[in-house]
């Protein structure tokens, strides 16, 4: 006969896991939380605003209240039927490793500044903003596995190149923000006061934002802009050509497996028919 203190806390961590369950029950809750954690982010935007914050004063604090209620057992129910998770079976210490954990973190901070308020007057509700990192559980749900690990791969494969480009870009940064230091400062010395100072026009400039508030008038200066400028655009384009490579790649990968048909019937053949050599 199964323990029913064991059923109900399994019942409990598939409702709050939809990726596990994938019922309408749980979906449902999810939706809900995800649904008063954007309420919750325009609610903190709309309290700065005098007008609509003065006569909605009480409504705005009561729905703190509810919503800090809700997030709080939320948080008591994943800490209690974290076990289920197989990284974090062990009792009391599965539970710690949960809480420690970054998700578990951030719904932390969801709550705690309520309780901070409260007990010594300290206003830090803003940091509920940080619930939105919550939507990153979606990623989780089966949906979006395939295209999440897929960016995982190209960063992975590509993490050399990358590497090398991301080098690149600030040995020029630094290069650029030198050459134009020494060709400025005698002349325009309150812009280009330091190398450190230049930096930010290195980086603005190469990036092709142009604040325009740090500009070079001598001709050398102008001279040393061009050439970086064009030898820039070139570099700092690499890691989109990089990124842009692993992905075609990995989606050959990818295809690879689902372009196979079966030469009878036309219709693609699954990865699984194909390892288990079971018939079409």
């Not at 995800?34 to 604090?61: K, R």
Request: hydrophobic fraction near 50%; charged fraction near 15%.
């Amino acid at each position: 006969m199964p323990n029913p203190y064991y059923t109900i806390r399994r019942k409990i961590f598939v409702l709050l896991h939809p990726e596990i369950g994938n019922s309408r029950w749980d979906k449902l809750i999810n939706g809900f939380i995800i649904l008063l954690i954007l309420l919750n982010v325009v609610a903190v935007m709309l309290e700065t605003v005098p007008s609509i914050h003065d006569p909605y004063a009480q409504f705005f604090t009561n729905f703190d209240r509810f919503s800090v209620f809700i997030f709080t057992v939320e948080y008591i129910l994943r800490v209690w039927t974290c076990v289920h998770a197989d990284e974090y079976k062990n009792s009391w210490q599965g539970r710690l490793k949960y809480m420690l954990s970054v998700g578990a973190l951030i719904d932390l901070l969801a709550i705690v500044p309520y309780y901070l308020h409260l007990a010594i007057g300290l206003d830090l509700r803003i940091l509920r903003i940080l619930r939105l990192m919550r939507f990153l559980r979606l990623f989780r749900l089966t949906h979006y596995m395939r295209t999440t690990r897929m960016v995982i791969n190209v960063f992975k494969s590509r993490a050399k190149e990358l590497w090398v480009a991301f080098v690149m870009g600030i040995f020029l940064i630094l290069i650029a923000a030198s050459l134009v230091y020494f060709a400025e400062h005698l002349e325009n010395g309150k812009q280009f006061s330091s190398i450190p100072k230049t930096l930010w026009w290195a980086v603005v400039t190469l990036t092709t934002v142009g604040y325009g508030d740090m500009i070079p008038i001598t001709p050398l200066g102008q001279f040393f802009t061009g050439g970086i400028l064009i030898i820039g655009v070139a570099i700092l384009a690499m890691p989109a050509g990089i990124i842009t490579a692993g992905f075609l790649e990995e989606s050959r990968k990818t295809k690879g497996h689902s372009d196979i048909h079966c030469p009878h019937c036309g219709r693609p053949i699954s990865e699984h028919h194909l390892k288990s050599n079971e018939p079409h």
